[in-house]
């Protein structure tokens, strides 16, 4: 009788292995109270507390700090020598808009049209794209996914790496996306002549005038109307909240000459909340940019060089050196090609290396973005009432061997797994290995 | 006979002959010798009380250069002239050997791109005119003595150009050939000089890289010594063997195997030029170098190469002086601006206004040292040549001065332009210096030759007279392409028009143009007005392929007629009609 | 420092700079990291003429021979990228599906500016290859970062095997099956490909046997084979004399070319990126084929897409011989941290991580009796970081090819051109082509208009 009830207790076991191997692509989260203790806590914005406690509840943390009763019914975890740190976000992504990326199939960042800021990348998010529990396992907690191509390639979305459906990932922010007319050469196949290329860019930013000209006259007809008259015209309508002044306009501008130009176009056209994005170049022109007020997400820092004359290093040293001139700067990895968002902390790690405050790094992986995106009483720090958005680590985050040990997304714990740690797991070992024995 | 043809036909034209563009027309008597063009070969000529700058370094005052049938036949200072000689008063006028120019394309007809090339089923296996590969084609083929470039160089004082056909890789064989003439054969002196090869490869087939391309030659090349010396066997006793295959390709590499003409490489750049060593070294050919453009940092390479040498006559731009000077207002920084900092609204510079400094610095020195590339040369010990292939005609005259200016001697200058290149071509019995028995290939210019503004005045070929218009062009006769112009043109894709806006500025065209097509504008570039032909260039971009567009019309008034060439997609007519607001 | 200046007056006065000096340094008091012999710390490593001449405490340095303070650096051998398309001017002859007679040594290009820059990375040495166009694709070299010569011979490593590039998969059934219209368009036309090329060279290598043994016979008059460059490369590799270094992701194929190699007698094989290279490992290490992968790059297109980070890692403790390559001008800067990668992916240890940059992809390139550790009697190709290599804030300051300083991170002068182009616009910008396919550069005319989602 024992013999028989071990038995199916082995099976229940067994079948539940199995049950959770077939589950395994997506792994369930866990929703429920948790404390983590004994833990060095990375708060961001209140200092390191050691030996402490963070209590999560509801989705929200709900005390942080030291000598804090643990409710009953919470699940402790034991972070002894571990840190706990807010989930870092990366605001240079297409996560959940790409799978393969030179299949078209599979690709949805990118729409036909130049102006087509109604394109909603929100809409396309694919809550079960496999590199979402790949960059979430490393501690990418948020990304801002971004379409790309045109002039107004579309609206970008700030989302939570967990969910099954958009709107259970969408952490509440939106910006248009404008790729400013661009001087620069895309690459060094981009053998344009200079002359053709400084005629394009004339061109787009005519066009941009243009496009602006109408998003204006249709916030006139629009105030005027109330809303009721002003037709149906969706990318005017996608623009609105931004000449409005209440929509964030996200400006891709990366060579010196074309920053400088999107910096006296904001000023010309009065647009009250600005984005910098990329400003590879920002270190030539960091003065104008400071000046200006206008906050700044960069990356990838893992680049080139700009010029074929620049110091090798200066895409490294980039973000330290528009810190230090008192931009408000926020990094991202921009590594969409490869789906490589999880490498997020070691841009942080490499501007650290090549020259940026250690503190003002992480912040600009944490809080700095969250201020951005004004969400900063949801994520980007350790503190009571906000989202309990963060990660646990045995060591320093950007430092490469450093093990992500747990990862919370609004009070959900999430699964350390992905395919690409099944993968090592099930290869590790091969069974059979060379001989079908 | 045919000389009697056309003495008559024209005689009623001499008069006429005045206006025209200084060419090729012959001329009967002393008394019109002034206007006379080109003179029958057979006609007796000295050149009297000029200076005479026989060879470098060799100068003779008030001398007279004798010339009969072709040969210079007697130099110096009281030399007897025969009575039969028409006498050119060269008084103060300067006289040197005809220049040679050891590589270029003068007088080569460019063959018809065809239209829609065919796409190749293969390109790994593409037919060998696609891939590149004609060694066995024929420089004389496409010659004309009349082409425009012939006229163009001589002008310059030029007599004797190595010229090759167009094409890359493999294109065929070179020429040495006089620059005049009335046919083909007329102006070829040394045929077959050289077999011609550059390292580009071909469109979209095998051979498209240059790695391909060097392969390739190792193949063809070791495969000829192979089937050459089969061929060999096979001629000493054919019995029994089986008979060799013929191979126009192969065979044309003979010659360079027996070592009888050299290997003639283009090489401007300095990779390329390395990347031709490497071939020789592997191959072991004699080797001459053309249009070498940036040898000066391999000098001790190219000098140990022992390959012949030849020095690109072009040069890159110079930056030009107002560009240099920023913001400054001109009048207090006269001084010299090494010594005195001290005018006092001296702006603070910044880390990037110290970068431009040091970047336009590092410009101005990298052009400085293609500059002084000859004189590099000669300070080395190298014996080199000039060559015209990618020089501007225009540039060519005021580039030496610029080498001059850079520390080349005159006499290196000079000795690059004749006894060098005559030397490093083999013709030195022929040409290079102004001496008994030579051919009478000279040039007669107003000021020393190489003074600013000094222009050549007579240039011989072959004992054949050619006199340079010195007037400006006539002002009631000059043609216009200032202004806006409408245009169509016929494509095979249908009409399309466009306006076309050519300013001018000091004597440069510059301008702009658009098309129905694409609806943009793009800038013209090479714009050149020659008498009434005007060309340019422009980048069509064709979804996101740019395409070069050659264009080359008429102006007759307010109208111009001619066509427009798209690279592979071929020419079609153009016509436009000026805007008579402007 | 002293050096790279005189290097660059030297150039101004078109010297001839000859790139195959070799120098003489003590490198002082530093954490030496061996790589195959342990690590030292507070240690001084003795390079005369430029191999290493000893390494061991308290050292003093030979009469005019310069130090280097390394007191709280890290010394460790020069990195060594086995994948790189770096100082050449051609990467593809895309236009047939065997091009074995090309050769990447015909353009090597030592003004390229990404030299230095991969110096500036502590890299040493890299293995300039040939593109993916082609299943057999053409031979490439093996350079030295010899930065500050414009010899295009300088830079290539004296004595260095013959390596040739072969591919499979995606990119040459892409470019001659899709692009034009000829075999292969699969992955079985590529094993064909294979097999048929190397059976050809066979039968011409036999031919030219019986042809060199006749013609030894007195009065032979026979003509001789027609010769075939193609073929006679392909019969060096049967013969041994050349390592294959094959371009492959997918498990399938890279198990169909072990079998084609053990067919034909090949024994020295590299599988390059080889991202499911971890599934069939066992099979790999068994044959003694080697790996040389991406740290962690998947998903820009579908045969990565089933990759795992985990794959350095899973293929080191299978015993398969692995190094870490960037394929990438950028990424080659810092393979050190892509090898740190393997200390979160599959906690190697420091010597093993270390390994993958170093002694392991000098093993591959057929030159680890000369490089990829700190032994004496080595070339003294030395990178000196501060920091450990493997820490992300590890930042090198100092590398050493042959024993002359390249880079010198404190004296670095910003602008490293060697020969400025004197028509170059100065205002020119080149923003990021990250994870643009440098394996498939020169075959952009197959498809015309390449788009931004066209991936390695």
Known sequence: MKKIQLLTGLCTVLLCALVFHIDAQNPKGKYGSFALTNATIETITKGTITNG?????GGKITAVGTGITIPQGTEVIDCKGLTVYPGMIDSGTNLGLSEVGSDPRTTDFSELGEVVPQMKALTAVNPNAVAIPITRVSGVTTALSSPSGGLFPGTAALINLHGYTPEQMSVGFEGVVLNFPNSARRGFFDRRTDEELKKATEAALKNLNEVWERAVQYYKVDSATHGKNAGYYPEMQALLPVVKGEGTLLIEANAAKDITAALKWVKEKKIAKVVLTGVAEGWRVADQIAKSKIPVITGSILELPTREYDRYDQAYANAGMLKKAEIKVAIRSEEKGNQNFRNLPYHAGFAVAYGMDKAEALKAITIVPAEIFGVSDKLGSIETGKSATLFVCDGDPFETKTQIKQVFIDGWQIPMQSRQTLLYDEFLKREPGVSKK | MIKYFYNKRLRPLMVASLLWPAMSWAQQGQALEEKSLIAPVGRAYAITNATIVQGPGRKIEKGTVVMKDGLITAVGIGVSVPPEAIIIKADSMFVYAGFIDGLSRTGVTKPKEEKEKEKVKDPGNPPAERAGITPQNDVRNWLNPNDKSVEELRNLGFTVSQVVPYGNFLPGSAAIVLLGGKSPDDMVLVNNSALYSELSGAQNVYPNTVMAVMAKFRELYRNASLTKSYQSVYAANRNSLPRP????????????????????????KVMETQRVFTLKNDLGFSLLIGDVKEGWPIIPKIKSSGAKVFLSLDLPEEVKKDEKKTDKPGKDVKKDSTKNEEPKKEKIKTPLDLEKEALEKKKKDAIASYTSQPSEFTKAGVTYGFSAMSAKTKDIQANLRRMIKAGLTEDAALAGLTTNPAQLLGLSDRMGTVDNGKMANLVVSYKPYFDEKSKVRYVFVDGALYKMETKEAKKDDKVSAKGNWSYSTETPQGTATGKLVIKEEKGSYSGTITNSFTGKEVEIKNVELDGKKLSFTFQYDNSGATLNVEVSVDIDGNNFEGTMTAGPNGSFPVKATKDPKF | MRKIFSIFICLVCSVWVLGQDKGSVLIKNGTVLTVTKGNFTETDVLVKDGKIAQIGKNIAAPQGVKTIDATGLFVMPGIIDAHSHIALDAINEATSPVTAEVNEGDVVNPLQIGIYRALGGGVTTVHAMHGSANAIGGQCETLKLRYGTLDNDALKMEGAPRTIKFALGENPTRVHGGGNNIVPRTRMGIEFVIRQAFSQARKYSEDWDTYNKNKSVKGFRGASPVYNLRLETLAEILKGNIIIHCHSYRADEIFMLLKVCKDFGVKRIVFQHVNEGFKVAPELAAYGAMASVFSDWWAYKFEVYYSTSYNAAILTKNGVTTSINSDDGEMMRHLYHEAGKTQKYGQLSDDEALSLITINPAKQLGIDSRTGSLETGKDADIAIFKNHPLSVYGVPQFTIVDG?????????????????????????????????????????????????????
């Open chain 1, 53 to 57: 406690t963070v209590l999560i509840s």
């Open chain 2, 245 to 268: 295959e013929n191979d126009r390709i192969l065979e044309s590499f003979y010659p360079v195997i027996d070592q009888r003409i050299p290997v003639l490489f283009k090489s401007e």
């Open chain 3, 404 to 456: 002359i300083v390249r880079f010198d991170r404190a004296n670095d002068p910003a602008d490293m051109r060697l020969m400025p182009d004197p028509k170059q616009n100065m205002d020119d910008v080149y923003l990021s082509d990250k994870g643009r396919d440098h394996c498939m550069d020169g075959t952009e005319f197959l498809f015309g208009d390449l788009s931004a989602t066209e991936k390695k």
